[in-house]
């Protein structure tokens, strides 16, 4: 397949993008608290059941957006891929790194899923390789990286493995966003993404009884705050993500992690979830930014010509 031309970022694009990012900011916020009172993979099944909830609701309002039995039936291995690499699998390693790390560190090395993406997508043949593209790609995951090497704290070996795991979630979630686009264009998203979180659930269940045991008894907090990652932040992300996806591409749909970095850490501030922000990683968030931002948006250093040549 060649090399796809650069989709622009209408205002439609960016709007819902802007959207992502609000709610993407404060689920992983609110997933802090949880993963630290729920198992990982129970956690994820409760913040993956009120998705589901959600999601059927908008089917029962919505006929004409359901997956046929024949659909799903067709498309099962890609969709059973798919819940995989964006659901079971992603949430599942961002809850256990969410035990040893801050929200703002997950989101720094989440903020390397554009640059893994377009590396995914060039290697097949979705994206073309320029300068610009290239050079983001190094800066961005530099930047992530060194947003967790902050030389005046060192991490611990807990700490690092919660790093580590991050990383795994996001080359799990550029790899679903490439198979998105390439697998389901043109596909209802809502069914899509309701048949992925029910497919999770039915994955996750006996991995979580045999790792983790009985469902774990938890507290009314903890219950409501699964609730509103799952129905209220994330199931409303899944449609927008993939509709993104199927308006501008994977590559574009990573755009909250453009300023995710920046956002997060200013709400741990806030919150007082950290009691002191490094200048080095407001550093490392900046050049992140930047990094992501010359990946994402290719034409971000032709305005000056453009003006110059019109005044030519």
């Known amino acids: 397949m060649s090399a796809d ?15 992502i990012l609000t709610f993407y900011s404060a ?23 009120a998705s589901a909830a959600f999601l059927l609701g908008v089917l029962a309002l919505m006929p004409s957006t359901r ?3 024949v659909e799903i039936r067709r498309r099962r291995r890609d969709l059973f891929v798919l819940s995989l690499l964006g659901t079971s699998g992603y949430l599942t390693l961002t809850f256990i790194s969410l035990r040893s790390i801050q929200p703002s560190q997950l989101v720094a090395v989440l903020a390397m899923v554009p640059a893994l993406t377009f590396i995914i997508a060039w290697l097949r043949g979705l994206e073309a390789a320029t ?25 611990d070996s807990g700490a690092w493995i919660g790093v580590t795991t991050a990383g795994l979630a996001a080359v799990s979630y550029a790899f679903f966003g490439v198979r998105f686009k390439e697998t389901l264009p043109g596909m209802p998203v809502v069914g899509v993404s309701t048949v992925m979180i029910v497919m999770g659930i039915m994955t996750l269940l006996p991995l979580a009884l045999l790792t983790e045991g ?20 994330s199931a409303p992300v899944y449609l927008l993500y993939g509709k993104i996806i199927q308006l501008g591409g994977a590559l574009i749909a990573s755009l909250a992690g453009v300023i995710g970095p920046f956002t997060v850490l200013i709400a741990e501030a806030l919150i007082g979830l950290r009691a002191t922000v490094f200048a080095w990683e407001w550093i490392c968030a900046l050049v992140c930014t930047f990094g992501v931002a010359l990946i994402v948006f290719p034409n971000l250093f032709s305005f000056k010509t453009k003006i110059e040549s019109r005044h030519a």
């Open 214 to 233: 009985p469902p774990p008894q938890v507290s009314g907090e903890t219950i409501a705050a699964l609730t509103l990652i799952g129905a209220g932040l």
């Open 67 to 69: 997956l046929s039995w």
């Open 27 to 49: 689920a992983w916020i609110i997933a802090k608290f949880v993963a630290v009172s729920a198992p990982p993979v129970w956690a994820t099944i409760g913040r993956l059941i």
């Open 5 to 19: 031309k650069t989709t622009p970022i209408s205002g439609q694009i960016l709007t819902l993008g802007l959207i």
């Open 131 to 155: 300068p610009q593209k290239v050079t983001g790609v190094v800066i961005a995951t530099a930047a992530a990286v060194g947003f967790n090497i902050d030389p005046l704290t060192q991490l």
